[in-house]
T-cell receptor
Framework: NAGVTQTPKFRVLKTGQSMTLLCAQDMNHEYMYWYRQDPGMGLRLIHYSVGEGTTAKGEVPDGYNVSRLKKQNFLLGLESAAPSQTSVYFC????????????FGPGTRLTVL | AQSVAQPEDQVNVAEGNPLTVKCTYSVSGNPYLFWYVQYPNRGLQFLLKYITGDNLVKGSYGFEAEFNKSQTSFHLKKPSALVSDSALYFCAVRDSRRGATLGRLYFGRGTQLTVWP
């Protein structure tokens, strides 16, 4: 099993550009999450999904959109990138029951100039 | 509201000595508690969790954590630290009530553990 994979690993954008981050998991997990990690801030939840075709806002959703068209994929979109979105983005997935741990991808390092 | 506090940004310990990384939490219902470790340029790896039962939980790489309900704490411990334990450690909490927050984890800010030889 590959677990949770993320593409791309690195990206540099100019302000105003758009991009999509792809997360894929092969563990048949129902729940998927997008976090951003900033120094001294821990991980903050951007959006999450509790199943195919569903999405919900997390702690810091502004400036991001998501889609979960297939159970194994969770896409994070930036329509008009801003320097404040410079961060490391992590995707995670977990099984249905809330006591199950989340499995994390390796991260995407995004720089917005 | 759910929240996690890791009061120490940095913990330094000599190899072979015991280590403790502190975590306190706030949650409305009963807590599910987790510890994760992050090595440089890597994603988070699960270490251990407390769901119910024995307050002392054992996890990967010789780590353990003790749940203390009265102090709302879940400190991570290891009897003998290794240089390879140097990493960033995150505590996280989830409300156990099934409808609450739909499985969302709330993370602390992280504690950088450095073990010197």
């Amino acid at each position: 099993n590959a677990g949770v994979t993320q593409t791309p690993k690195f990206r540099v954008l100019k302000t105003g550009q758009s991009m999509t981050l792809l997360c894929a998991q092969d563990m048949n997990h129902e729940y998927m999450y997008w976090y951003r990690q900033d120094p001294g801030m821990g991980l903050r939840l951007i959006h999450y999904s509790v199943g195919e075709g569903t999405t919900a806002k997390g702690e810091v959703p502004d400036g991001y959109n998501v889609s979960r068209l297939k159970k194994q994929n969770f896409l994070l979109g930036l329509e008009s990138a801003a320097p404040s979105q410079t961060s490391v983005y992590f995707c995670a997935s977990s099984e249905l029951d809330v006591y199950n741990e989340q499995f994390f991808g390796p991260g995407t390092r995004l720089t917005v100039l | 509201a759910q929240s996690v506090a890791q009061p120490e940004d940095q913990v330094n310990v000599a190899e072979g000595n015991p280590l403790t990384v502190k975590c306190t939490y706030s949650v409305s219902g009963n807590p599910y508690l987790f510890w994760y470790v992050q090595y440089p340029n890597r994603g988070l790896q699960f270490l251990l969790k407390y769901i119910t039962g024995d307050n002392l939980v054992k996890g990967s790489y010789g780590f353990e954590a003790e749940f203390n309900k009265s102090q709302t704490s879940f400190h991570l411990k290891k009897p003998s630290a290794l240089v390879s334990d140097s990493a960033l450690y995150f505590c996280a909490v989830r409300d156990s009530r099934r409808g609450a927050t739909l499985g969302r984890l709330y993370f602390g800010r992280g504690t950088q553990l450095t073990v010197w030889p």
